[in-house]
């Protein structure tokens, strides 16, 4: 358009200049004087001929030069580029073809790399409908088709959830064959214990870790807790919690329940619970809410550090009902948190003997203080331990022994120390286990399944554990 516009300026300027000489002439009627010479007067227009004008154009037709050759070459690296993405939105359509068919079972990570190769070329056509005021027949087509793929993928990706749950079933399936093919390969090994049993001679190992899924909020809440009902014996035993804090890291404000396995993994009828109450504009009521990645689920309660105190708050899963307690001396808003992680001041956790705390007070300088809850929120007895709290990651209790956490780089941890509330002795031990991602916000174990549930980076993992036979070492 723009090179059509100037050479039609060109063309009505040159008509202009000889419109300009034309009108400059006239007939005039002359005489003859006395030696019969004939003689005219001339009579010069007052418009003499546009210089200046003639000059204007030019350097204007110098610089439309310019600008064709520009335009050429953009053309030409626009033509070199939209060969290039052609071929690959040829070789797109043929793999989003495959799995229009259901030819292949693709996992997130494929639709994510689809997603992004398909915004790439979109990218690249909005810059070419931009350079060509979008009068471009092809470039229009071609950004329809990109469009209507992109929304085909992101159907797909949803038909496929029930592809990434079959896969999910598989590989528990096979997971529980090599359990059965370990535990008959030799036979005296004795079998585990039973859940809930400390009929053990304490932790021996744990397994490879095992990614349920990301949190329902997303990749950017990677503070939390999740789990199942730590009770032994609950009647709950299907039901899963999920509690992402906000993105500041601190504060827990919603969390979400599940009725079955199948339903997490498909974000599927949650049950969503909000703590914090609504007072007037921007303005909210946060002391019912939690504080730090510490929450645990038991007995259809969740316990929790209440926001912004040293309180205890335990949460009724059914009424909604929240009771607190206070816990004298005990620190609170960051003030020995575990490391890399923050407002963890307050650490819940249960096993086969009932539901504990794990605090520290200024008195211990730091250190971890384990204190055994009852039902009504009061500590029935204090263990004092010589570990300094913010020199670990985290913690967790298995039949009435603390173990602790440590980095070892951004792929491990090692649980390198317990102390056994039974005999009042601690120690050192080295069990190395492997992590998806680099900071362990939060660190449960669960007597019913024997295992351990770990909210990774705003992802949701678990651990099998294993343990020495009774006439082992502990």
């Not at 009929?199 to 999740?226: C, E, I």
Request: with cysteine.
């Amino acid at each position: 358009k723009t090179l059509g516009k100037m050479l039609l300026q060109l063309l009505l300027a040159v008509a202009l200049v000889l419109h300009a000489v034309a009108s400059s002439a006239q007939n005039v009627t002359g005489t003859v004087d006395e030696s019969g010479r004939c003689l005219c007067t001339v009579v010069l227009p007052d418009v003499s001929f546009p210089v200046q004008r003639m000059e204007s154009l030019e350097y204007k037709a110098y610089n439309l030069n310019i600008s064709v050759q520009q335009e050429i070459t953009k053309i030409k690296n626009f033509q070199g580029t939209l060969s290039v993405y052609l071929q690959r939105l040829l070789n797109l359509t043929q793999r989003v073809e495959v799995m229009e068919m259901g030819g292949i079972a693709y996992t997130e990570l494929n639709f994510e790399i689809v997603k992004l190769e398909i915004k790439e070329m979109e990218s690249l056509v909005a810059q070419l409908r931009r350079s060509m005021d979008g009068s471009n027949t092809v470039v229009e087509t071609l950004y329809a088709e990109i469009l209507n793929i992109s929304i085909m993928v992101n159907q797909l990706e949803s038909y496929d959830k029930n592809n990434v749950l079959a896969v999910r079933r598989q590989i528990v399936a096979l997971r529980k064959r090599l359990q059965d093919c370990e535990t008959n390969l030799g036979q005296a090994t004795p079998p585990p214990p039973k859940y809930g049993s400390c009929d053990h001679g304490g932790l021996k190992n744990v397994s490879k870790p095992f990614v349920a899924q990301l949190n329902w909020r997303g990749f950017n809440f990677k503070y939390g807790g999740w789990g199942k009902d730590s009770f032994p014996g609950t009647s709950n035993e299907d039901l899963y919690w999920v509690a992402p804090l906000n993105g500041d890291g601190r504060i827990m404000e919603t969390f979400r329940r599940y009725k079955s396995y199948d339903d997490l993994l498909l974000y599927k009828n949650p049950i969503d619970k909000t703590l914090s109450r609504y007072v007037s504009h921007n303005n909210y009521d946060y002391s019912s809410c939690g504080q730090g990645s510490g929450m645990i689920a038991y007995n259809n309660s969740l316990y929790y550090n209440c926001y912004n105190t040293r309180d205890l708050c335990k949460l009724d899963l059914d009424s909604g009902a929240v009771v607190r307690k206070t816990l004298n001396d005990a620190v609170f808003n960051n003030r020995f948190s575990y490391a890399a992680v923050t407002f963890q001041d307050f650490d819940f956790a249960a096993d086969e003997d009932g539901l504990w705390v794990l605090y520290s007070t200024e008195q211990t300088a730091g250190n971890i203080n384990i204190g055994k809850l009852n039902s009504s929120l009061m500590v029935e007895s204090t263990w004092t331990t010589s570990q300094y709290k913010p020199g670990v990651t985290n913690a967790f209790m298995i039949c009435g022994v603390m173990y602790a956490t440590r980095p070892v780089n951004t792929r491990r941890e090692e649980i390198f120390y317990m102390y056994d509330t039974k005999t009042g002795q601690e120690g050192t031990l080295s069990i190395v286990i492997d992590k998806m991602m680099e900071t362990v916000q939060s660190l449960t174990y669960n007597p019913n399944d024997h295992k351990l549930y770990m909210y990774n980076d705003a992802y949701q993992v678990t651990y099998d554990v294993n343990f020495f036979p009774t006439t082992g070492p502990k």
